[in-house]
C-alpha cells in the first residue's frame, strides 16, 4: 500500500473515521445530540469535495479498487442520496425521540459499502463493501427495538439477507474454482483466452452472482422482502433502503457484467429477459391493489428494478449511460417520496394511507406540488426526467432488437399510470379529512428542492446529466 492507494480512498476513509467519532461522541455524551447530523454532515460533504479533488484515476490496491468516471458518477450520487436521507431522519428522529449517534454512523457506514461497491475491481472486494452495506441496514432496519413492526422487518432482511450471501459466496467460490481469480479482468481473461476450468463451472458461478445482485436490487422472485422491510421500517430507513442500496446494486451488477463476464453474453441474456419483464409485471400489478403508500412504493420499486434489469441485459454503452442517468432520477425522485411520507405519517405509523392524502393541496400546496411531481416522474410522464429515463433505456433495447420486451415494459407503465395517478387525485380532487396544515421543516427544504431540480430541472434541461452518464459508462466499454 502507498500513497496513491490511500488518496483513492480517501471519501471513504473519511466517512469511516466521521462514523467512528460519531460513535465516540455518542458513548462519551458529547456534543448535545442535536448537533449530531451536523456532524454527519460535514463528513458526508468533506467526502463529496474530495470526490473532486483528488483527481487520481486507475487501479489501487494491487487492482482489486478502480477510480475512474463510474466510480465518481455513483459516489457522488451515493453521496447525495446520504445526506438527503440524514436531513429527512432529523425531523422524523426528533418527534419519535430516537436521535442518537448510532443513527447517523450506521448510515454513513453503510454508504461506505455503497462506494466500495462502486469501486471495487475484485468480487471480494464486492462482496466485502456488500457486507458492510447489508449489516449496516439490518440494524437501521431494526433501529425502533420498541416496535414490533420494526424488529419483524429487521429480522426478515437479515434472515432473506444472509440466505441471498450464500448464493454470492458460493458463486465467487464457483468462478474463482474455474478461472483462477476473483478479479475482473483476470476473469475476462480466462474467459477470452478459454483456460478456465469448465464453462459450465463459470456460468453457473456467474447465475449465483445473479441471484445475490437480484436480492439486493428486488428483482421477482427475490424481491419477497421488500414491501415488509419498506412498510416496518422507520421511513427515513425506509427512504435510505429504497435509494442508495439499489443504485449500489445496479452499479455493481453492471460493472460486473460489463468487464468480467462480457464474453458468456450468450448464457445469460435469456434469464434477464425473462427476470426484467416478470419483475416489471409483479411490481406494477401488485402496486395497483396497494392503499399503504409505503408499500405501494415498494412495489413500485420492484417495477422499476425490472425496468433497469433492461438495460443491464442489454450491455451496450447506450443502455449502460441509460441507466446511470434513470438510477439518478430514480434516486433523488424517490427520496422526495419518502421524504414527505414521512412528514404525513403520525407518531403512531398512521397516516400511511391513501385517505391522509385527500385535499392535502390545500393543507400545504408546496407539499402537494412537489409530489405530485414526483408520482408524475415515477409514472415517466414528459417533461420529467423519469420520462427520459425510461425513454433512453427502451430505445437502447429497441437498437439490439429487443423490441417485444419494451412492448412489455411500455404496458406496465401504462398500467402504472393508474396507482401513481391515486395519490395526486386525493390530494387535489378530494376534500380533506383534517383542515390542519403540514408543517415543513427546514430540514427537509433541501431535499425538496433537488427533487424539483431533479426531476423537472433534468426533465426540461438534461445535457448536463446526459454528458455525465454517457462519460462514466464509457469508462466501461
Known amino acids: 500500500m502507498n500513497a496513491a492507494d490511500i488518496l483513492s480512498t480517501l471519501p471513504e476513509l473519511v466517512l469511516t473515521v466521521t462514523a467512528l467519532g460519531l460513535l465516540l461522541l455518542e458513548v462519551m455524551g458529547k456534543p448535545p445530540r442535536a448537533r449530531f447530523v451536523w456532524v454527519a454532515l460535514g463528513g458526508v460533504g468533506l467526502a463529496l469535495g474530495l470526490e473532486f479533488a483528488v483527481p487520481s484515476e486507475g487501479q489501487f490496491y494491487a487492482g482489486m479498487i478502480s477510480v475512474d468516471l463510474f466510480t465518481r458518477f455513483f459516489n457522488v450520487l451515493f453521496l447525495t442520496t446520504a445526506a438527503?436521507?440524514?436531513?429527512?431522519?432529523?425531523?422524523?428522529?426528533?418527534?419519535?425521540?430516537?436521535?442518537?449517534?448510532?443513527?447517523?454512523?450506521?448510515?454513513?457506514?453503510a454508504t461506505v459499502g455503497m462506494m466500495f461497491m462502486a469501486k471495487a475491481h475484485d468480487l471480494t472486494i464486492t462482496f466485502l463493501g456488500l457486507e458492510l452495506l447489508s449489516v449496516s441496514l439490518y440494524i437501521l432496519v431494526a433501529f425502533y427495538r420498541n416496535r414490533v413492526r420494526s424488529n419483524e422487518a429487521g429480522l426478515k432482511y437479515l434472515l432473506l439477507g444472509a440466505f441471498s450471501t450464500g448464493f454470492f459466496l458460493f458463486g465467487i467460490a464457483l468462478i474463482y474454482g474455474s478461472t483462477g481469480t476473483t478479479h475482473y479482468d483476470g476473469i475476462r481473461l480466462a474467459i477470452g483466452s478459454g483456460e478456465q476450468l469448465s464453462m459450465a463451472l463459470t456460468v453457473t458461478g456467474f447465475g449465483l452472482l445473479i441471484i445475490g445482485f437480484a436480492f439486493k436490487v428486488a428483482l421477482v422472485p427475490f424481491h419477497m422482502y421488500a414491501p415488509d422491510v419498506y412498510e416496518g421500517a422507520p421511513t427515513p430507513i425506509t427512504a435510505f433502503v429504497s435509494t442508495g442500496p439499489k443504485v449500489a446494486g445496479f452499479a455493481a451488477f453492471l460493472k460486473v457484467i460489463a468487464t468480467a463476464f462480457a464474453f458468456t453474453t450468450q448464457h445469460w441474456w435469456g434469464i434477464?429477459?425473462?427476470?426484467?419483464?416478470?419483475?416489471?409485471?409483479?411490481?406494477?400489478?401488485?402496486?395497483?391493489?396497494?392503499?399503504?403508500?409505503?408499500?405501494?412504493?415498494?412495489?413500485?420499486?420492484?417495477a422499476h428494478a425490472g425496468y433497469l434489469a433492461i438495460a443491464i441485459m442489454v450491455g451496450s454503452a447506450d443502455s449502460a449511460f441509460a441507466l446511470l442517468f434513470y438510477l439518478a432520477a430514480y434516486a433523488i425522485t424517490t427520496l422526495g417520496a419518502f421524504g414527505i411520507v414521512s412528514l404525513i405519517e403520525g407518531e403512531d405509523e398512521s397516516g400511511l394511507d391513501m385517505d391522509s392524502y385527500r385535499g392535502l393541496a390545500r393543507r400545504s400546496?408546496?407539499?402537494?406540488?412537489?409530489?405530485?411531481?414526483?408520482?408524475?416522474?415515477?409514472?415517466?410522464?414528459?417533461?420529467?426526467?423519469?420520462?427520459?429515463?425510461?425513454?433512453?433505456?427502451f430505445s437502447a433495447a429497441i437498437d439490439e432488437g429487443y423490441t417485444w420486451l419494451v412492448i412489455i415494459a411500455v404496458v406496465n407503465s401504462l398500467i402504472s399510470v393508474y396507482y401513481y395517478l391515486r395519490p395526486v387525485v386525493a390530494m387535489y380532487m378530494q376534500e380533506p379529512a383534517d383542515e390542519s396544515a403540514v408543517a415543513v421543516p427546514a430540514f427537509i427544504v433541501p431535499v425538496l428542492l433537488l427533487v424539483v431540480l431533479v426531476a423537472l430541472g433534468l426533465g426540461l434541461f438534461p445535457m448536463s446529466l446526459v454528458k455525465n452518464s454517457i462519460a462514466a459508462a464509457g469508462s466501461l466499454f
Do not use: H
Open 84 to 109: 438527503g436521507s440524514l436531513l429527512i431522519s432529523v425531523p422524523y428522529l426528533r418527534r419519535t425521540l430516537e436521535e442518537r449517534g448510532e443513527y447517523y454512523a450506521l448510515t454513513l457506514f
Open 272 to 302: 434477464l429477459w425473462i427476470l426484467a419483464a416478470i419483475t416489471m409485471t409483479v411490481g406494477n400489478i401488485t402496486a395497483l391493489r396497494q392503499d399503504n403508500l409505503k408499500r405501494m412504493l415498494a412495489f413500485s420499486g420492484v
Open 365 to 393: 400546496p408546496y407539499l402537494a406540488g412537489v409530489f405530485a411531481l414526483i408520482m408524475l416522474s415515477l409514472a415517466g410522464f414528459p417533461p420529467t426526467a423519469g420520462f427520459l429515463g425510461k425513454f433512453f433505456i
